[in-house]
């Protein structure tokens, strides 16, 4: 298992089956990753977890008005737990955009007691959670 810095745009493609439509169809994820990458890919992190060449997990958010948004996760992989890592590293690179606060958004309260109680994000409202750096 290895951790991944991914500048692929084509990386949406690749993890299509793993991303995780609310109300966006997947080919439209995919393509927005792709745009993203293309257009400001110093704005888009990226971090995939691999087995071979296989895509096991990953972590992809992007510079928004100030803030950084987590706009796709899949951070717990098959045999080892490295979303810990992985949110480190994302702090780290936040920091290094010279922006203080992460958001993500999620409706599941599951996910939202487990952000709140493994990575101190706060509710901002019914939708939407805050880490502030």
Same mark, same amino acid.
Request: glycine share 6%; aromatic share 12%.
């Given at each position: 298992?290895?951790?991944?810095?991914?500048?692929?745009?084509?990386? &949406? +493609?690749? %993890?299509?089956?793993?991303?995780?439509? $609310?109300?966006?169809? #997947?080919?439209?994820?995919? /393509?927005?990753?792709?745009?993203?990458?293309?257009?400001?890919?110093?704005n888009?992190?990226?971090?995939?977890?691999?087995?071979?060449d296989?895509?096991? &997990? +990953?972590? %992809?958010?992007?510079?928004?008005?100030g $803030?950084?948004?987590? #706009?796709?996760?899949?951070? /717990?992989?098959?045999?080892?737990?490295?979303?810990?890592?992985?949110?480190?590293?994302?702090?780290?690179?936040?920091?290094?955009?010279?922006?203080?606060?992460?958001?993500?958004?999620?409706?599941?309260?599951?996910?939202?007691?487990?952000?709140?109680?493994?990575?101190?994000?706060?509710?901002?409202?019914?939708?939407?959670?805050?880490?502030?750096?």
């Amino acid at each position: 298992m290895k951790l991944v810095n991914c500048k692929d745009p084509e990386i &949406g +493609f690749k %993890i299509f089956d793993m991303l995780m439509p $609310v109300d966006t169809p #997947r080919v439209e994820l995919a /393509y927005e990753i792709k745009n993203k990458m293309i257009e400001n890919p110093d704005n888009v992190f990226c971090c995939i977890g691999q087995v071979l060449d296989t895509v096991t &997990g +990953f972590l %992809i958010a992007y510079v928004v008005g100030g $803030v950084v948004e987590i #706009r796709h996760a899949r951070t /717990y992989f098959a045999s080892f737990n490295y979303s810990e890592l992985i949110f480190d590293i994302l702090k780290l690179w936040t920091k290094s955009k010279g922006v203080t606060n992460i958001l993500i958004g999620t409706k599941d309260k599951k996910l939202r007691n487990y952000y709140n109680r493994v990575y101190g994000f706060s509710p901002l409202d019914d939708n939407i959670m805050r880490l502030e750096l």
